[in-house]
T-cell receptor
Framework: AQSVAQPEDQVNVAEGNPLTVKCTYS??????LFWYVQYPNRGLQFLLK??????LVKGSYGFEAEFNKSQTSFHLKKPSALVSDSALYFC??????????????FGQGTELSVKP | KAGVTQTPRYLIKTRGQQVTLSCSPI?????VSWYQQTPGQGLQFLFE???????NKGNFPGRFSGRQFSNSRSEMNVSTLELGDSALYLC??????????????????FGPGTRLTVT
């Protein structure tokens, strides 16, 4: 069965410092991986995805993620954190393949707090 | 284009009642998925509809049901509400039409959710 894990419930960083939010995955076949962000009282916003190709994926708001097949990881990164990046971040993997369902399996989420 | 809209945004119901939540996808999107978000269980997939047909279902009891209309709008219904059904219910849409030019079938666009409280 497909699964993702986010080992950290909370990550604290100072504004201007680089940030990393960790995600590891377990899939059979090729992984289709995603990062979403959720602000308070809002739905999920898509940040980026890895389907195939370059291991470094660039996404919205200056975020990027590095796909590492040998370590089965897909960590989210940003070179310089902003206070406005404070939110709940979810890693997700697609369950099934294209045209056979849009089911996403989410990690438990990581609360990112960026302090001035 | 307007985003995914969900109504109502907030709802308070009593145990034993039933509730219907509504989701309007982005114009042109024919796939709608539903998720339940709770502090304990996180985000869990409920079901997905495409062209009025349920194509995938999560591991939820039969009290949870849904449907999709010809205009792609979707509703989900929960009957005989339990306290544990209190959650944020999120709807997401995606474009599976190959001819849409630039559409990415892997990207799901989420609505703001309906916060259901069962007392």
């Amino acid at each position: 069965a497909q699964s993702v894990a986010q080992p950290e419930d909370q990550v604290n960083v100072a504004e201007g410092n680089p940030l990393t939010v960790k995600c590891t995955y377990s899939v059979s076949g090729n992984p289709y991986l995603f990062w979403y962000v959720q602000y308070p009282n809002r739905g999920l916003q898509f940040l980026l995805k890895y389907i195939t190709g370059d291991n470094l994926v660039k996404g919205s708001y200056g975020f990027e993620a590095e796909f590492n097949k040998s370590q089965t990881s897909f960590h989210l990164k940003k070179p310089s954190a902003l206070v406005s990046d404070s939110a709940l971040y979810f890693c997700a993997v697609r369950d099934g393949i294209y045209n056979q369902g849009g089911k996403l399996i989410f990690g438990q989420g990581t609360e990112l707090s960026v302090k001035p | 284009k307007a985003g995914v809209t969900q109504t109502p945004r907030y709802l308070i119901k009593t145990r034993g009642q039933q509730v219907t939540l509504s989701c309007s996808p982005i114009s042109g999107h024919r796939s709608v998925s539903w998720y339940q978000q709770t502090p304990g269980q996180g985000l869990q997939f409920l079901f997905e509809y495409f062209s009025e047909t349920q194509r995938n279902k999560g591991n939820f009891p039969g009290r949870f049901s849904g449907r999709q209309f010809s205009n792609s709008r979707s509703e989900m219904n929960v009957s005989t509400l339990e306290l544990g059904d209190s959650a944020l219910y999120l709807c997401a849409s995606r474009d599976l039409t190959p001819t849409s030019g630039g559409a990415d079938p892997y990207e799901q666009y989420f609505g703001p959710g309906t916060r259901l409280t069962v007392t």
